[in-house]
């Protein structure tokens, strides 16, 4: 079953930048675009499972602070080796000023 | 003393038993102290920008092209050295460098402008870039873990008449050529298995084809044309302008520790000449690079200036760095287990020991 989780305020994510977001024993990524809009992905890397929050974000891509592989955060697709995996993506919103992001609840 | 102490012989190969033992006590793919820099100011650290490598890469385009033309028409006199000289040093050192930070995609914010420069270099360095890119990936994974890194140079107890050989090439471009050829004959050995994914081995064995054939028409126009020139210019500066490449090189890990999870115990820092830093895009601050590889070459000297209240006190020139390493590898000869430890200042973190190797081997720079 799935549900909105709520992360944080808007405010607490820099324009174009990534938290990290614990939640159930799973970790998250959450992103704020340059004009506002907020997306979600797993926490880390397809390829070494480092915490992708310590990397860049660069308008659409986040870069591993590990070896500098990147995704499109937006669509999860590989675009820079060493990843070569796609990263899986989970639906973010903006309400009343908080992100929520869905994912699988057990 | 176990099969894996440091005092004696180790086995450097990526698929022997170092490998396995680095994997059991979670040195592999592990966790490494890294300095505190508040977000905000990473951030900036790491922002992209052209500006310094579009600046820097036609600067030495324009470098190359003008030593290499006057190389060619002072071909046969001795107003040809100079120009050889810079054009080699130019070709066989500053290759490695561009390789390097475009192979990290963090000299440009352009993406295809690091990849065009990194296969330039790589091809200017005798290096695969698809099998270079994932040893380097492994390198940065795991930085002087024995059977794991496979980039390390000076292995203990050190062979220094090799390592003195390196200055003109030797062994390592026939290494590198032997290696380009085995992969353009589509071989992947099983070391090189141990860190290339499987999906990426054809295009490694592609681009080493495709270096293979340049390096067969330079052969074949130096016949047509009876002259070795066209091998000075393609090929060549990699054994006489290496020098300077291999002088840097040396120091990133030489004489230190092994099996650390501290990149201020196995890294080292030099403050070097503008006109080598030019050379060596920044590499020269090497601690910093390894604990944030996400940092351009050109924000290093920034992200320095930042931690160094955590590091240990870089070695004020090339020659005083030189003066470490080379007591450091004579000592070695008799004492494989020793490596340089050096002192960090009261405002440090404490290194994190957990693995380190070196407890009770007096250091040389204690205390300095
Ligand atoms: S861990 Fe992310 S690119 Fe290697």
């Known amino acids: 079953m799935s549900g909105w989780i709520d992360v944080c305020d808007a405010e607490d994510i820099d324009l174009e930048d990534v938290i990290r977001f614990d ?44 070896h500098n592989g990147r995704f499109n955060y937006q669509t999860g697709a590989a675009l820079r080796a060493p990843v070569c995996e796609a990263l899986a993506t989970y639906p973010a919103r903006l309400r ?11 | 003393m176990n099969a894996f102490s440091p005092q004696i012989k180790r086995d450097y190969s990526l698929d022997g038993p170092e490998n396995r033992h680095a994997v059991e006590v979670g040195l592999a793919s592990a966790e490494w102290y890294h300095s505190e820099v508040p977000r905000k100011v990473m951030k900036s650290l790491m922002r992209r920008s052209d500006e310094a490598a579009d600046r820097d890469t036609v600067l030495w385009f324009l470098l190359l092209i003008f030593t290499g033309s006057a190389t060619i028409a002072l071909w046969g006199s001795w107003w040809v050295l100079p120009f050889l000289l810079g054009y080699g040093v130019l070709y066989g050192t500053a290759c490695d460098s561009r390789w390097h930070e475009c192979g ?86 099983e070391a090189e298995k141990d ?53 840097m090189g040396l120091l990133q890990h030489g004489g230190l520790a092994e099996d650390v999870l501290d990149h ?43 931690i160094k209240h955590d590091l240990p006190a870089p070695n004020p020139s090339i020659a005083d760095a030189y003066g470490d390493l ?43």
């Open chain 1, 96 to 106: 009343d000023g908080r992100i929520e992001i869905e994912v699988e609840q057990s």
């Open chain 2, 104 to 189: 990290h995609g963090t000299a440009f914010k352009t993406d295809w402008k690091n990849n065009a420069v990194y296969h330039i270099a790589s091809f200017m360095v005798m290096r695969n870039p698809i099998s270079w890119r994932w040893s380097h990936a492994r390198h940065h994974t795991d930085t002087i873990i024995v059977g794991r890194d496979p980039e390390i140079v000076l292995m203990r107890p050190p062979e220094i008449a090799m390592a003195a050989l390196k200055f003109i090439g030797v062994p390592d471009i026939f290494y590198e050529l032997r290696t380009l050829a085995r992969n353009a004959a589509g071989i992947i050995t």
């Open chain 2, 326 to 368: 080379i007591y450091a590898l004579v000592r070695q000869t008799r004492e494989a287990g020793y490596t340089i430890r050096r002192a960090l200042p009261p405002t440090a973190q404490p290194y994190c020991e957990e693995f380190h190797d070196t407890d009770g081997v007096p250091s040389r720079r204690a205390g300095k």
């Open chain 1, 23 to 66: 939640h159930g024993g799973r970790t998250f990524a959450v992103y704020r675009t340059l004009d506002g809009a907020v997306f979600a992905t797993d926490g880390l890397c397809t390829h070494e499972k480092v915490h992708l929050a310590d990397g860049l974000v660069m308008d659409d891509t986040i870069e591993c602070p590990k």
């Open chain 2, 264 to 306: 201020r115990l196995n890294s080292r820092t030099v403050l070097i000449n503008p006109v080598s830093r030019f050379l060596y895009w920044n590499m020269n601050y090497h601690v910093e690079h390894h604990m944030f590889p996400m940092v351009p070459y050109h924000a290093l000297p920034r992200l320095h200036a930042l």
């Open chain 2, 195 to 247: 860190y290339i994914p499987e999906a990426e081995r054809p295009k490694a064995i592609y681009w080493a084809r495709v270096h293979m054939a340049i390096y067969g028409a330079a052969v074949l126009l130096a016949l047509v044309t009876w002259s070795i020139l066209p091998l000075v210019l393609i090929g060549g500066p990699r054994i006489y302008g290496c020098w300077h490449m291999v002088m």
